[in-house]
């Protein structure tokens, strides 16, 4: 994936479901479009030259990943939640 890409927005469940993830900072596994795995704690959505983006941090490193890119997260509480575009 290029950062050239346009951005797709999400479905808005699955955005909220992020967004509770911040509030609670949980732990979430991510699976992301490309096949890379990423573990850490969700710290907040942010919205930057309209892409939206999910901060997490990393072993305490704080990584931006583009929404779109996501194609799933997991967590105990919510489960397995499937990505889909808006």
Partial sequence: MTMNEEYQPINCDDYDNLELACQRNWVLNLTLRSGETVTGIAREMLSKKRVEYL????????????????????????????????
């Fill in 55 to 86: 901060i997490i941090d990393v072993a305490g490193t704080s990584q931006d990943v583009r929404l779109d890119y996501i194609a799933s997260f997991t967590h105990p509480e919510l489960g397995t939640v499937v990505v889909s575009a808006e």
